[in-house]
């Protein structure tokens, strides 16, 4: 239990919405280790991990309505709503903007205000660096990055009118145990064990990677500064390592951990459209929060637990 549970008597409330995805999932087991009885807000067809922490937590489905969503947050009775629920596409196609705005902009409305109903008013809010293409105060990536922008929009009239306590985190990029995504280190893995060659960019886009462990760790911080009043209105901080590398150099790294054989035809592929070359680095990071785990210490557990 960590110290705030411990200091408290009152057992502390949780609701988090995208806990079955990679960074909820990690939070939720860091909730149940610090002893917040836990909630989630899942979809019928949502497919829960196997870890035990989620043999422990309070399932509450959304089937879309409002109604259901204000059912949740009413039977949850959260002291903080984790929300972290988002459909992430780098590009869309016409047929996806229905998705984008039902998943990262009607969701988060109905969540709102079925906060606003229910009398809860302490939010943790997850937005994306890619809010700031070419390091601007905004200047969306892509549709996914500006229905983030949207959210925040319709959350500051809840913070403005409904007295609510707000912090968005703005994460970069992510990795760590049991990340069933597509993402750099997966591919890389993939490409050592078949030995198939990996086409790739010229490698030059610069990532902020950061570890689960201190994403989670963020999460944890921020809801201790809620739940000690220390939030005046609404706060935005940035989960960044403050060490983007280019990714030629993360391959690099990669190797060197690993030990493991790559077959890299790099400039094969053009860079995406609007790639992000460069990451935001005009966020604040979160008070008291610093990454603990950097990379080749952060790749060698990952390593270690595949073996
Ligand atoms: N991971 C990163 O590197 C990164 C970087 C920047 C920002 N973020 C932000 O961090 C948050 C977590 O990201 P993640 O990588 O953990 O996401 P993820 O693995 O893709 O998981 C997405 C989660 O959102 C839920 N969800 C999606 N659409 C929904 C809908 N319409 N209704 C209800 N639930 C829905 C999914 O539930 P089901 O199980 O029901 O599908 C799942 O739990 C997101 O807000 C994302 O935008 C992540």
């Known amino acids: 239990m960590n110290e705030f549970a411990q200091e408290s008597s009152i057992q502390k409330v949780a609701l988090v919405t995208g806990a079955t995805g990679f960074v909820g999932s990690h939070l939720v087991k860091r909730l149940v280790q610090d002893g917040w009885k836990t909630h989630i807000v899942c979809r019928t067809d949502s497919q829960l991990p196997t870890s035990s922490e989620f043999t422990e937590i309070a399932k509450h489905i959304y089937d879309g309505s409002t109604d259901s969503m204000i059912k949740c947050v009413a039977e949850a009775k959260p002291d903080i709503v984790f929300h972290l629920a988002s459909l992430f596409l780098s590009q869309h196609e016409t047929k996806d903007v229905n998705d984008l705005i039902q998943s990262n902009v009607l969701f988060g409305n109905q969540l709102l205000d079925a906060m606003r109903v229910n009398n809860v008013s302490k939010l943790i809010n997850t937005g994306t660096s890619w809010q700031h293409y070419n390091n601007e105060d905004y200047n969306p990536v892509c549709l996914y990055a500006a229905t983030k922008q949207a959210f925040e929009t319709l959350l500051e009239y809840y913070v403005q009118a409904c007295n609510f306590k707000a912090i968005t985190l703005k994460l970069f990029d992510t990795y760590g145990p049991d990340d069933p995504r597509p993402k750099i280190f997966n591919l890389l893995n993939k490409a050592a064990i078949t030995g198939q060659p990996l086409d790739m960019s010229a490698g030059e886009q610069l990532i902020d990677l950061v570890h689960i462990d201190d994403v989670v760790e963020a999460f944890s911080i921020c809801a201790q500064r809620l739940l000690e009043n220390e939030v005046r209105q609404k706060e935005i901080y940035a ?69």
Do not use: F
């Open 239 to 307: 989960v960044s390592s403050g060490h983007a590398l280019p990714l030629k150099e993360l391959v690099d790294i990669y190797v060197k951990v690993t030990g493991q054989r790559l077959n890299i035809n790099w400039g094969s592929r053009a860079y995406r459209y609007r790639e992000v070359m460069n990451t935001w680095n005009n966020g604040k990071i979160p008070p008291k929060w610093k990454k603990k785990i950097n990379l080749n210490n952060g790749l060698t557990k990952l390593v270690n637990l595949k073996k």
